[in-house]
């Protein structure tokens, strides 16, 4: 781990969750998510790496978000024959534990692939970022480690083309804008 990165995580720690930050993170877990805002959009925000939509703002171990609330849901996807139970913390609360805000966030999958999800889908919507599926733990050869789904069934307006497309599984960062 980097200089830049243990600063972050010390500020990351005192300001998110109340100190709490898990243990993970000074036993140098393996990072799954890294966060990019602007400087102006996080509290937290140090010029550790500059990117287009801002400096690194977290970089996030799996255990980060095992500590968070977990939200459970059974859906149907256009991905599977069967509905199936995705597990992790929302979306908005993992945002709001590295106090980041925007109007956009563009996700970016293990491959590069990328997708913009309006941050007020997170406000409005129960949107997970799922580590766990059928009580199996999500990995980069079943889609993990890290999956944004939608509760499709939940409403109507949730089965469309556009929130299907939004849901990048083998996330490894958000950058806001």
Avoid: C
Wanted: no cysteine; aromatic share 10%.
């Amino acid at each position: 781990m980097n200089f830049y990165q243990r600063m972050a995580f010390g500020i990351l720690s005192m300001l998110t969750l109340g100190g709490s930050l898990p243990q993970a993170l000074a036993a140098n877990e393996p990072v799954v998510l890294r966060i990019y805002a602007p400087a102006a959009s996080s509290a937290a925000a140090k010029p550790a790496k500059e990117l287009a939509n801002g400096p690194l703002v977290a970089s996030l171990p799996i255990e980060f978000f095992k500590k968070l609330p977990q939200h459970s849901f059974v859906t149907q996807t256009p991905w599977y024959k069967k509905p199936v139970k995705f597990t992790g913390p929302l979306l908005r609360d993992v945002l709001a534990a590295v106090k980041v805000k925007g109007r956009v966030i563009h996700a970016v999958a293990l491959d590069d692939y990328q997708v913009s999800i309006p941050f007020s889908d997170a406000a409005q919507f129960d949107v997970i970022l799922a580590h766990n599926m059928d009580g199996v733990t999500l990995t980069p050869k079943n889609k993990g480690p890290l999956f944004v789904v939608y509760p499709y069934d939940s409403k109507t307006e949730l089965q469309a083309v556009r929130f299907y497309e939004r849901s990048i599984w083998q996330l490894k960062a958000l950058r806001l804008e």
